[in-house]
């Protein structure tokens, strides 16, 4: 039951809001038994002691707005806000006399000094620093007409910092029971109020009668202040990012203890080291897991692993047991990112490959020689040259939905039943389902045209006279089968005789792939020797 005596709101007003991990500083939310209304005004800190020497509002969301102030005696003059006063608002409201809905907005300057990214799927304001590290700030509630504003405390005192002002809350509550103020020993003439320099309340009561029906309902108003930080370390974007600590990573073994040797990736510390920029650093190949599970944010490819809009690591990744970065370009990664990469630190593996030393240090290039990175490049390549024989794409443009499906095309990083269907699931929607049977159909005759798509495939790759098709399309089959019998559906007999029939029976997942793609890629390059 609710609080007839605000004993939850009050202990808010004189609790110490600088602990809270998140401040409403808007809401309009009304229930069958309360209504609560509180809305922020911000404000210098000598309007303090006219801010909260009564609990009454000194303004509402309707008084803020851009437009003139008309005197009687002086000529009209524009206000950013509408009022002669300091004081400025956090939301704003856009009301259209309920020809459309009433808008409810946060004030573009908060927006823009944390780069905020409005994300309408969950009704949150998101900031993007410099290393593309996203915080969530504002998070808005809705419920019908209800609506609440919640800012993370952090942000909200630095903002003020910034501003060099201060955050006044105003309450309006009310809460109803179905009782009458004699049956609760209470009565009109009564009322609960305090006033200190940080707070104020004042809570009244009314007795009601509707219908037949007694009911009372009490009443707060109430007022808070919020200060930003007293100080802060302001500094630059590029400066905060070059301040940042930086990790100790594994670059050599003692020859005599066997004790892991350490080096910092800071490129200052270089030259009191024997361990230079260029010294390789070795991973496991789950580190790679985070950027393959985040497509629309990562992008990872022969030679380098690219996060939208920030940093471009150089990798080597053209390893089936371990990655390897020099020591120097894990600077470029945050902190945060450096510990995660930490975490798959191992002890040093061989020495620098030479495809990896000729394309880093004699500007030569050489093709991939693990399969997933073949993969995507034979992909690559057999798209292009279908569109220029043929006039259409072979496999159409992904959805920006699907795109996740090619991306994430590689070799399993775990041993794992999950990440094999994944896999194949990807690869059979890449290969498979977007295969462009629109343009297909155009060059087939009404019957073929009903065929499945594979079958119709194998057609015009007969219409077209290509060599050792056959291979193709029985891969296509396999890859279909393989998902239809196992990865899309409940695992039987029949996926482990798949299994059997293509020599897999002993292999582990990764094996499997391994031994798919390699496959795939020999379709592939049939197709393409058939271009060319």
Not at 40 to 68: A, D, G, M, V
Not at 343 to 358: A, D, L, T, V, Y
Not at 394 to 423: Q, V
Not at 441 to 465: G, M, P, T, W, Y
Request: hydrophobic letters at 35%; glycine letters at 2%.
């Amino acid at each position: 039951m609710l609080d007839f005596y605000f004993n939850d709101i009050v202990s808010w007003l004189k609790s110490d809001k600088r602990i809270s991990n998140w401040t409403t500083i808007y809401k309009q939310w009304e229930d069958n038994n309360s209504r609560e209304y509180l809305y922020c005004l911000l404000f210098p800190e000598k309007l303090i002691k006219e801010f909260i020497k009564h609990p009454t509002w000194s303004l509402n969301i309707t008084n803020l707005q851009p437009n003139y102030v008309h005197y009687s005696e002086n000529k009209s003059k524009y206000y950013r806000w509408g009022i002669e006063s300091k004081y400025e608002p956090l939301v704003y409201q856009q009301f259209y006399n309920n020809i459309y809905p009433t808008k409810y907005e946060l004030i573009e300057e908060i927006q823009q000094f944390f780069n905020l990214y409005f994300d309408n799927k969950t009704n949150t304001y998101v900031g993007i620093d410099i290393a593309s590290e996203e915080s969530e700030v504002v998070k808005i509630i809705k419920k019908g007409d209800k609506i609440e504003f919640k800012i993370r405390t952090h942000f909200l005192r630095q903002f003020l910092y910034a501003k060099k002002l201060v955050l006044g809350f105003q309450l309006d509550y009310f809460r109803k029971l179905d009782k009458t103020l004699a049956e609760q020993n209470l009565n009109e003439n009564m009322f609960f109020d305090e006033f200190t320099q940080h707070y104020n309340f004042s809570i009244c009561f009314k007795d009601y009668c509707l219908k037949d029906k007694d009911y009372s309902d009490s009443r707060l108003l109430g007022k808070a202040i919020l200060r930003g930080y007293e100080s802060q370390n302001i500094q630059t974007d590029y400066d905060k990012f070059n301040s940042e600590k930086c990790e100790d990573f594994i670059v050599d073994i003692n020859k005599d203890s066997g004790n892991f040797i350490y080096e910092n990736c800071n490129k200052s510390e270089f030259k009191k080291s024997e361990y230079h920029f260029y010294t390789p650093v070795f991973f496991k190949r789950e580190v790679l897991l985070k950027y393959y599970n985040s497509p629309n944010l990562y992008a990872i490819d022969d030679g380098f692993i690219n996060m939208k809009g920030s940093w471009r690591l150089s990798i080597d990744n053209n390893n089936y047991d371990f990655i390897v970065v020099y020591l120097g370009d894990l600077r470029i990664l945050s902190h945060s990112e450096q510990l995660y990469w930490k975490s798959f630190n191992i002890e040093p593996q061989s020495e620098i490959n030479k495809r990896r030393f000729s394309i880093d240090f004699l500007s030569s290039y050489y093709d991939p020689e693990i399969e997933d990175l073949k993969f995507k490049n034979e992909f690559t390549s057999l798209n292009k040259l279908w569109l220029k024989k043929f006039g259409f794409y072979l496999i159409s443009e992904f959805d920006k939905d699907d795109i996740h499906c090619f991306k994430t095309i590689r070799l399993p990083l775990k041993n794992e039943p999950c990440e094999l269907d994944i896999l194949i699931l990807n690869l059979c929607k890449v290969l498979i389902d977007y295969l462009n049977i629109k343009e297909i159909n155009k060059r087939l005759n009404s019957e073929q045209k009903d065929l499945r798509s594979i079958d119709k495939f194998e057609i015009f790759l007969k219409l077209n006279q290509f060599d050792n098709l056959e291979k193709v399309i029985s891969f296509y089959k396999t890859l279909q089968k393989l998902r239809s019998t196992g990865s899309a559906h409940r695992k039987n007999s029949d996926y482990k005789k798949v299994l059997n029939n293509l020599g897999y029976k002993d292999f582990d997942e990764k094996e499997i792939f391994k031994a798919i793609l390699n496959t795939a890629l020999v379709s592939l390059k049939i197709l393409i020797n058939n271009l060319k």
